[in-house]
Structures are given as structure tokens and as C-alpha cells.
């Protein structure tokens, strides 16, 4: 009998339909609401689409929001600093916002799918090639639902690094100064040979406070980095799997200075004038295809 051979699944050139070369930059999405802390639920105007769509196009640049993604989430237990006490006391039930860094956003939706997400980010895109994407530092963000075990954990170690600092140890290296200066006081008036406590005693406090120097610039270090990554995080609601979830968005926290080479393609309407309007504008060389969404959608 022959025997059967299988190619490995990597090695079989398909498309599972989820996954596409080009990711997207909307440009009619909807507007911040800055009292709710969240996008609205309809697109902008079309106007509004339009005139970013050029504005991108002539500037060669997607620039970074003007607004950064806030994140709830409800820590059941946490270990907390008090200054006033000097102890560390734990608190229950402490709801989190943790701020991102402001970001840039494409998403990765196969074009059979565009039309779905039209409903909430209007008909103009710019479709860019992924692997320009990949070289411009864009990543998939972490999808996570609010308040899940892992989002607590993650905002947990995050909450810990916020309230951590140092000033219950300068503190007491106040009250070390105030010992040393005694001491030396002391020592002064016995007319001792202080030179050589007085270098030990100064020495030590002197680096107790590179230490401190250092952890400080760790903890810094460690907040910009978790700041960051919070720029790669989405969360959603049990009712955000048809929208927010199904976005497949990928993220950048630089800003995306572009080639027309990078550029797949343009789709926009030819409702409102848009598409001809474009075209007359001859911004873009005649290579990159300028795509009627009405055919795109047709076909």
C-alpha cells in the first residue's frame, strides 16, 4: 500500500479567512467622549473622514491619539503603604483606573469583513502592508474581559509599583543626619580624632542614599514600562464580542511616518463626491489603487 503523505499545516498555502495582509487605519471612527471616557457609538460625519484621510496622506504620518485609554478594574485585595502610619495595610474591593500611553491604531480585518465594521468606523481606510507595520513597531494589542483574574493580577503588580516609594527611608535618613551631627558634636568636644567615624558614619548614609537613588530609578523605570504595555491592552464588556472584540486592532506607541510604498491600498465612498474628489487631488502616484467602497463591497 502507498502511504499517505500529509504536508504540515505550515507548509499548505491557506488563508483561514481571519487574518489578513493589510491592516487598516479608519478614519471616520467615532468621536472621544471625554466626560464617559470612551468612544461614541456612530461614526463622525463623512466630511470629517474625508478631510482626515487627506490630511494623513498629504502629511505621510499617522500621529499618536489625542487621548489615552483609560482601564477599570476591580482589585479584591491589595497591600498598600501609609504614610501617616508608617505600615503597610491591606485594603479589599479597590477599583484601579491605569492610564495608557497614547497610542496609533490599525486593525487587522480581511476586506470581506470590512463592511461589518463600517457601522462604527465609517467607509474611509487607508490599508497599510503589515509587514510595513511590523517594521514600525506595530504589535496585536491583548484582548482581555474587564475584571478578569488576569487583569487584576496584572494591575495588581502595577497598583503595587504606583503607591511604592521611598519616603518612610528618607525619612530615617533624616533622623540618621540628625544622630551623626550629635555624634560629631559630641566627639568635637572631647577634641577625639573623629576623622575616622566620621567617614565611616557619612559613608554608610552617603550610600543608603545611591540605593535609595537606584531603587527609585527602578521603580520608574518599571511604571513607564507597565505604562506601556498597558498601551498594548484592550478590555471589553460581555457585550462587546460583535465590536470591540472582533476589531483584531494592533497598536503602535511611536507615531507611523510612512512611505506611498507602505500604502495597499485607499477605499472610500463614491457617495458624497468623496472618491472623485480624491482622485482630482492627485496626491497619491497612480500605482496605489484608489478603491469606490461601493465596488469593494459589490465584489
Not at 504614610?83 to 474591593?93: G, H, I, L, V
Not at 484582548?143 to 488576569?150: E, G, K
Amino acid at each position: 500500500m502507498k502511504k499517505c503523505k500529509y504536508k504540515p499545516l505550515a507548509m499548505i498555502n491557506m488563508n483561514p479567512g481571519t487574518v489578513s495582509k493589510i491592516l487598516w487605519h479608519f478614519t471616520g471612527g467615532p468621536l472621544w467622549d471625554s466626560k464617559l471616557n470612551k468612544q461614541e457609538s456612530i461614526p463622525k460625519p463623512m466630511t470629517q473622514g474625508f478631510d482626515i484621510l487627506i490630511k494623513i496622506l498629504e502629511s505621510s504620518s499617522l500621529k499618536l491619539s489625542n487621548y489615552s485609554e483609560l482601564i477599570k478594574v476591580l482589585i479584591p485585595e491589595l497591600i498598600v503603604w501609609n504614610k501617616q502610619t508608617r505600615k503597610r495595610e491591606k485594603k479589599f474591593n479597590i477599583e484601579k483606573t491605569i492610564k495608557s500611553s497614547p497610542v496609533c491604531c490599525l486593525a487587522d480585518i480581511p476586506i470581506q469583513h470590512l463592511e461589518f465594521h463600517s457601522t462604527r468606523y465609517g467607509k474611509f481606510a487607508i490599508g497599510f502592508h503589515r509587514e510595513s507595520a511590523i517594521r514600525n513597531s506595530f504589535n496585536p494589542v491583548f484582548y482581555s474581559l474587564h475584571n478578569s483574574p488576569i487583569m487584576n493580577s496584572i494591575y495588581s503588580g502595577f497598583s503595587v509599583i504606583q503607591s511604592t516609594d521611598t519616603y518612610y527611608i528618607k525619612s530615617e535618613l533624616d533622623s540618621i543626619d540628625t544622630l551623626l551631627e550629635d555624634a560629631q558634636n559630641e566627639l568635637d568636644e572631647l577634641e577625639a580624632d573623629t576623622d575616622h567615624i566620621d567617614l565611616d558614619g557619612w559613608y554608610v548614609k552617603s550610600n543608603i542614599e545611591s540605593q535609595i537613588d537606584d531603587v527609585e530609578s527602578a521603580i520608574d523605570e518599571t511604571r513607564e514600562s507597565l505604562k506601556n504595555f498597558v498601551s498594548f491592552v484592550k478590555t471589553f464588556n460581555n457585550d462587546e464580542f460583535g465590536s470591540i472584540y472582533c476589531e483584531r486592532e494592533w497598536r503602535s506607541i511611536h507615531k507611523y511616518d510612512f512611505d506611498f510604498s507602505d500604502i495597499a491600498m485607499i477605499v472610500l465612498p463614491k457617495e458624497g463626491g468623496f472618491y472623485h474628489e480624491l482622485i482630482n487631488l492627485k496626491i497619491l502616484p497612480d500605482n496605489i489603487p484608489i478603491v469606490p467602497w461601493e465596488d469593494l463591497i459589490e465584489h
